[in-house]
């Protein structure tokens, strides 16, 4: 079965400089899709941005930038510019690229503090 | 659009009594539907999924069950509640594209006391 761990339950960062998020996922599949979710207080869970396995190009998305690793079987997140709110629980999830495995297995989430 | 509806979004039951949460989707058909558990601090716990109706996959097994009656309506049942069953309960869906993300609703707060 697949694993996500991410091993930062807690980091902080000073508004408008850059902070790094790290996810570590474990599976034995060659195809499969990566993503970074964000939940702000209101809890309303938001996609920040999406990998896909066979892209060698790390995915952009304004200020939310990845840096992934395949070989290393790393999937971390890069906030730059961060603002008050960029504040939330940020969750690493994988999942499976064949069809038929449709689920979504999440970290358990690293929370981040914007420091004004 | 698109809309996801997940009731009631807080809810209080005594140990032992039933409990029953329910999604329902509008504005596409045959979705991927989910849920998720969320204890406090801690991180989404996939519960079921569902790829089509009367097609339920148990991730965690537990004091909790699944059902998917209609096409855009997945309910989330227990017979009996354990204090452990507390937490903060997401229902998403998904089309069935791997690339694609998953919507999720507001959520439901339950306590078991």
């Known amino acids: 079965a697949q694993t996500v761990t991410q091993s930062q339950p807690e980091m902080s960062v000073q508004e408008a400089e850059t902070v790094t998020l790290s996810c570590t996922y474990d599976t034995s599949e060659s195809d499969y899709y990566l993503f970074w979710y964000k939940q702000p207080p209101s809890r309303q869970m938001i996609l920040v941005i999406r990998?896909?396995?066979?892209?060698?190009q790390n995915a952009t998305e304004n200020r939310f930038s990845v840096n992934f690793q395949k070989a290393a079987k790393s999937f971390s997140l890069k906030i730059s510019d961060s603002q008050l709110g960029d504040a939330a629980m940020y969750f690493c999830a994988y999942r499976s690229g064949g069809f038929g495995n449709e689920k979504l297995t999440f970290g358990t989430g690293t929370r981040l503090t914007i420091i004004p | 659009s698109q809309t996801i509806h997940q009731w009631p979004a807080t809810l209080v039951q005594p140990v032992g009594s039933p409990l029953s949460l329910e999604c329902t989707v509008e504005g596409t058909s045959n979705p991927n539907l989910y849920w998720y558990r969320q204890a406090a601090g801690r991180g989404l716990q996939l519960l079921f999924y569902?790829?089509?109706?009367?097609?339920i996959s148990s991730e965690v097994p537990q004091n909790l069950s699944a059902s998917r009656p209609q096409d855009r309506q997945f309910i989330l049942s227990s017979k009996k509640l354990l204090l452990s069953d507390s937490g903060f309960y997401l229902c998403a869906w998904s089309v069935h594209t791997p690339l694609e993300k998953l919507f999720f609703g507001s959520g439901t707060q339950l306590s078991v006391l």
């Open positions: 569902s790829v089509g109706i009367g097609q």
């Open positions: 990998q896909e396995a066979y892209k060698q």
